[in-house]
């Protein structure tokens, strides 16, 4: 029983229920931090750092943080690394629900999920402009009151609208205290927890952004051209941040969702993993040995001792044996000479750490593997020749006067800038959509298939009541199973988790799974695959692809995962809606990422 669970009294939970969708099984976060005996907590201290001690977090049964020390500094970019599944998401979602305890009330916290979407209830379309001003909260409170008002006294009913102002605004109160009842345990918010099942979250990060900017203002009047204004320079802002390798600003990088930090950018910490794995190398083969040689030891001062009936020497070889057990790193995480009282809290399986319990288990690549593909006599298995396509014949064409060839078991990558047409490309070719008005400029023999793994398959699988091995729908639960397992999907997470449970790196592996089932297709268009996966499950995706002998169309912004994939062929859609090949990938990155 760890130190935690015995220490339960002395700490504070919070639990938020995750809205599903009908027939989805719903799962309840529990967050736990310590509680202060002198109610530190409720002294408004104006602090805008976090410093959790004894952080626990769990979503249903399965705990994801037991005795964590969460520390969040002001001004302090903070990069959180870890394995699909071990709980980013699930944290992130506590810290911008404030389910722990201990946070001060002047600290913001804006959570935007991966998937969500914008859902505005109008019947027209917005633009992004008026989706960043609808984030203003106040401004639209405040229209929407001088709107009545404005009702009101051009129909004469004044009274009325005040009433109804009252109304409202008593009724935003009450809504205001259910939101505090869903974090409290026990019976004061089981009536608003169960109300919560029935409700979708629904956060977008431009809102989010532009209601925190506008709570930054002191300004009390409205301006509509200030606004309209104010929100493009916000968007053009947005395009300015860098990736986790940047340079510009002080980061952290966040291990293994347990209390490990580590001072520096991303590439500082791969360099520092990769160190830390020839080091565990050496001190695991220097461990081995050593158990080894005392184990040698015991054995021979045992027969000895046996022999010459001697008592002190049977006993030297049970202290030796003892000894054993105590073999394993004697420093600790930072280095410094390990104290057991100190850095040995909680439960532990052994007494000393190895070697393994030291890694950071970051990169270790588990195999994937695609199952084979049919062979078919045919030497092209994509053909598309001066193909056009517009949304409608009023509009400027989206692509005009594509041609390519895709031969059997050819590398093709497609680049472009965002909004230039791919992901409408790749509909084409698997004819989710007509190619109007010249069907005939796609190609393909009979015997081929082609198939795509599209940008919002995640998405789609969030709002799936069945398993896994349900979408699979294979003849036996034993095939469905050893098919999901060549991309690390076993267990219970394949037969008892609805797809909606999963997380995002989950679910594009399910997505993997059913693009490839019962055999893989002849051409198979990947639609930015790496969106969602983690680095070891990108080196896995990699080395798949090595070893798969049909052919790929990979779309893709991933620098890294573009040269290692190394194509045969690049293709570039620039923004006149045209195809031009590309010596490589860096003739794009150097030439045209400006354009």
């Given at each position: 029983?760890?130190?935690?669970?015995?220490?339960?009294?002395?700490?504070?939970s919070?639990?938020?229920?995750?809205?599903?969708?009908?027939?989805?099984?719903?799962?309840?976060?529990?967050?736990?931090?310590?509680?202060?005996?002198?109610h530190?907590?409720?002294?408004?201290?104006?602090d805008?750092?976090?410093?959790?001690?004894?952080?626990?977090?769990?979503i249903?049964?399965?705990?994801?943080?037991?005795d964590?020390?969460?520390?969040l500094?002001?001004?302090?970019?903070y990069?959180?690394?870890?394995?699909?599944?071990?709980?980013?998401?699930?944290?992130?979602?506590?810290?911008?629900?404030?389910?722990?305890?201990?946070?001060?009330?002047?600290?913001?916290?804006?959570?935007v999920?991966?998937?969500?979407?914008?859902?505005?209830?109008?019947?027209?379309?917005?633009s992004?402009?008026?989706?960043?001003l609808?984030?203003?909260k106040?401004?639209?409170?405040?229209?929407?009151?001088?709107?009545?008002?404005?009702?009101?006294?051009?129909?004469?009913?004044?009274?009325?609208t005040?009433?109804?102002?009252?109304?409202?605004?008593?009724?935003?109160?009450?809504?205001?205290?259910e939101?505090?009842?869903?974090?409290?345990?026990?019976?004061?918010?089981?009536?608003?927890?169960?109300k919560?099942?029935?409700?979708?979250?629904?956060?977008v990060?431009?809102?989010?952004?532009?209601d925190?900017?506008?709570?930054?203002?002191?300004?009390?009047?409205?301006?509509?051209?200030?606004?309209i204004?104010?929100?493009?320079?916000?968007?053009?802002?947005?395009?300015?941040?860098?990736?986790?390798s940047?340079e510009?600003?002080?980061?952290?990088?966040?291990v293994d969702?347990?209390?490990?930090?580590?001072?520096?950018?991303?590439?500082t910490?791969?360099q520092?993993?990769?160190d830390?794995?020839?080091?565990?190398?050496?001190?695991?083969?220097?461990?081995?040995?050593?158990?080894?040689?005392?184990?040698?030891?015991?054995a021979?001062?045992?027969?000895?001792?046996?022999?010459?009936?001697?008592?002190k020497?049977?006993?030297?070889a049970?202290?030796?044996?003892?000894?054993?057990?105590?073999?394993?790193?004697?420093?600790?995480?930072?280095?410094?000479?390990?104290r057991?009282?100190k850095?040995?809290v909680?439960?532990f399986f052994?007494?000393r750490?190895?070697?393994?319990?030291?890694?950071?288990?970051?990169?270790?690549?588990?195999?994937?593997?695609?199952?084979?593909?049919?062979?078919?006599p045919?030497?092209?298995?994509?053909?598309?020749?001066?193909?056009?396509f517009?949304y409608?014949?009023?509009a400027?064409?989206?692509?005009?006067?594509?041609?390519f060839?895709?031969h059997?078991?050819?590398?093709?990558?497609?680049?472009?800038?965002?909004g230039?047409?791919?992901?409408?490309?790749?509909?084409?070719?698997?004819?989710?959509?007509?190619?109007?008005?010249?069907p005939?400029?796609?190609?393909?023999?009979?015997l081929?298939q082609?198939?795509?793994?599209?940008?919002?398959i995640?998405?789609?699988?969030?709002?799936?009541?069945k398993?896994?091995?349900?979408?699979?729908?294979?003849?036996?639960?034993?095939?469905?199973?050893?098919?999901?397992?060549?991309?690390?999907?076993?267990?219970?997470?394949?037969?008892?988790?609805?797809?909606?449970t999963?997380?995002?790196?989950?679910?594009?592996?399910v997505?993997?799974?059913?693009?490839?089932?019962?055999?893989?297709?002849?051409l198979?268009?990947?639609?930015?695959?790496?969106?969602?996966?983690?680095m070891?499950?990108?080196?896995?995706?990699?080395?798949?692809?090595?070893?798969?002998?049909?052919?790929?169309?990979?779309?893709?912004?991933?620098e890294?995962?573009?040269?290692?994939?190394h194509?045969d062929?690049?293709?570039?859609?620039?923004?006149?809606?045209?195809?031009?090949?590309?010596n490589d990938?860096d003739?794009?990155?150097n030439?045209?990422r400006?354009?």
């Amino acid at each position: 029983m760890s130190r935690k669970a015995a220490t339960a009294t002395a700490s504070t939970s919070r639990k938020s229920a995750a809205a599903s969708s009908s027939g989805a099984v719903s799962s309840v976060i529990t967050a736990r931090s310590q509680q202060d005996r002198f109610h530190l907590a409720t002294i408004d201290h104006h602090d805008h750092n976090i410093h959790l001690r004894q952080v626990g977090l769990s979503i249903g049964n399965r705990e994801l943080l037991v005795d964590a020390e969460l520390k969040l500094e002001s001004g302090v970019h903070y990069g959180l690394v870890g394995r699909n599944g071990t709980g980013k998401s699930t944290l992130l979602q506590a810290l911008g629900d404030g389910l722990f305890e201990g946070i001060s009330s002047h600290v913001h916290v804006m959570y935007v999920h991966q998937l969500f979407h914008v859902d505005i209830d109008s019947p027209e379309r917005l633009s992004v402009v008026d989706v960043l001003l609808c984030g203003d909260k106040q401004r639209l409170s405040r229209q929407h009151m001088m709107d009545l008002l404005e009702a009101g006294l051009e129909s004469q009913t004044v009274h009325q609208t005040l009433k109804q102002l009252d109304y409202e605004a008593i009724d935003a109160a009450r809504a205001k205290m259910e939101r505090v009842a869903i974090k409290r345990s026990g019976l004061r918010g089981l009536t608003a927890r169960n109300k919560l099942l029935a409700l979708e979250h629904q956060l977008v990060e431009a809102k989010a952004l532009w209601d925190d900017a506008v709570q930054q203002r002191t300004s009390s009047g409205v301006d509509s051209d200030e606004d309209i204004v104010a929100a493009n320079n916000w968007l053009e802002s947005l395009y300015a941040q860098d990736d986790l390798s940047s340079e510009a600003r002080a980061r952290e990088i966040l291990v293994d969702i347990v209390n490990r930090y580590f001072a520096g950018n991303y590439d500082t910490f791969e360099q520092t993993v990769q160190d830390k794995e020839v080091f565990n190398a050496r001190l695991e083969a220097k461990l081995t040995a050593k158990t080894e040689k005392m184990e040698k030891q015991v054995a021979q001062m045992s027969v000895q001792g046996r022999k010459a009936g001697d008592d002190k020497k049977m006993a030297a070889a049970a202290s030796k044996k003892k000894k054993i057990e105590n073999v394993g790193n004697q420093k600790n995480a930072k280095g410094h000479r390990l104290r057991v009282n100190k850095d040995r809290v909680g439960h532990f399986f052994t007494n000393r750490d190895r070697s393994q319990d030291q890694f950071i288990d970051l990169h270790v690549v588990e195999p994937w593997s695609f199952p084979p593909t049919p062979d078919v006599p045919t030497h092209s298995v994509l053909s598309v020749e001066k193909l056009n396509f517009s949304y409608s014949p009023a509009a400027k064409p989206l692509l005009s006067n594509v041609s390519f060839n895709i031969h059997k078991g050819q590398r093709v990558v497609l680049l472009g800038c965002n909004g230039t047409g791919k992901s409408t490309l790749i509909k084409l070719l698997c004819r989710t959509i007509p190619a109007n008005p010249t069907p005939d400029c796609i190609k393909s023999p009979p015997l081929v298939q082609i198939r795509a793994l599209t940008q919002d398959i995640v998405e789609t699988l969030h709002h799936e009541p069945k398993t896994p091995l349900q979408m699979l729908g294979a003849d036996t639960e034993e095939a469905g199973r050893k098919h999901l397992a060549r991309f690390g999907l076993r267990g219970a997470v394949v037969s008892a988790a609805p797809c909606s449970t999963l997380s995002g790196g989950q679910a594009m592996r399910v997505a993997l799974g059913l693009l490839t089932y019962p055999t893989c297709p002849q051409l198979m268009i990947l639609d930015e695959p790496t969106n969602h996966l983690d680095m070891s499950s990108i080196d896995a995706l990699l080395d798949a692809l090595r070893s798969f002998n049909g052919a790929v169309l990979l779309i893709s912004h991933d620098e890294h995962f573009l040269h290692a994939f190394h194509p045969d062929a690049v293709l570039w859609l620039t923004k006149r809606g045209e195809v031009k090949p590309l010596n490589d990938v860096d003739d794009f990155l150097n030439k045209y990422r400006d354009w």
